[in-house]
T-cell receptor, first 111, second 114 residues
Framework: GNSVTQMEGPVTLSEEAFLTINCTYTATGYPSLFWYVQYPGEGLQLLLK?????DKGSNKGFEATYRKETTSFHLEKGSVQVSDSAVYFCALSDEGNKLVFGAGTILRVKS | AAGVIQSPRHLIKEKRETATLKCYPIPRHDTVYWYQQGPGQDPQFLIS???????DKGSIPDRFSAQQFSDYHSELNMSSLELGDSALYFCASSPGGAPYNEQFFGPGTRLTVL
């Protein structure tokens, strides 16, 4: 079945550091890929998405590129802020549309 | 812009009781999804509805049932509650039945079973 694997956290960075959170997937067919963010005590917010190979999703300084050859969708940001501290979930959806999530990565940014 | 509404936001129940969670999708969204997120876990898909019909089913216990009504809101009914049912329950909605549609999540209902 479909699955998502993302790097374990927590990831602790200083403000303005470069962020990478790795995500790889296993899927039949051609899934869409997403990054969701969950702030403490809140629901899931879509951060960015990509629907086909080589697409780059971007939002709020975050980027991720759909790499079919490596089945990856790594999240990057050039300069993190304290306000980026949250849990980040990589996810895929197949033709059935249900989302399959990775285990989540806690990001802590220190000032 | 209107968002997905879930009620109640918090719910406390005793073991073996029943609970009903409600979800009101974004206007003109006809597809609803339910997810369960245990403490420190990733969200797990439970069930989905498209145009008032069940469209997919995941790891939903037999003690749970759900439906989507004519106004597209959905209710998740949970009976014989167990301690392990304590979780955050998310509802998401999306427009149309086309594949790969973006899902918009509600704030969640936090269920605590004592």
């Amino acid at each position: 079945g479909n699955s998502v694997t993302q790097m374990e956290g927590p990831v602790t960075l200083s403000e303005e550091a470069f962020l990478t959170i790795n995500c790889t997937y296993t899927a039949t067919g051609y899934p869409s890929l997403f990054w969701y963010v969950q702030y403490p005590g809140e629901g899931l917010q879509l951060l960015l998405k990509a629907t086909k190979a080589d697409d780059k999703g971007s939002n709020k300084g975050f980027e991720a590129t759909y790499r079919k050859e490596t089945t990856s969708f790594h999240l990057e940001k050039g300069s993190v802020q304290v306000s980026d501290s949250a849990v980040y979930f990589c996810a895929l959806s197949d033709e059935g549309n249900k989302l399959v999530f990775g285990a989540g990565t806690i990001l802590r940014v220190k000032s | 812009a209107a968002g997905v509404i879930q009620s109640p936001r918090h719910l406390i129940k005793e073991k073996r009781e029943t609970a009903t969670l409600k979800c009101y999708p974004i206007p003109r969204h006809d597809t609803v999804y339910w997810y369960q997120q245990g403490p420190g876990q990733d969200p797990q898909f439970l069930i989905s509805f498209y145009e008032k019909m069940q469209s997919d089913k995941g790891s939903i216990p037999d003690r749970f049932s759900a439906q989507q009504f004519s106004d597209y809101h959905s209710e998740l009914n949970m009976s014989s509650l167990e301690l392990g049912d304590s979780a955050l329950y998310f509802c998401a909605s999306s427009p149309g039945g086309a594949p790969y549609n973006e899902q918009f999540f509600g704030p969640g209902t936090r269920l605590t079973v004592l």
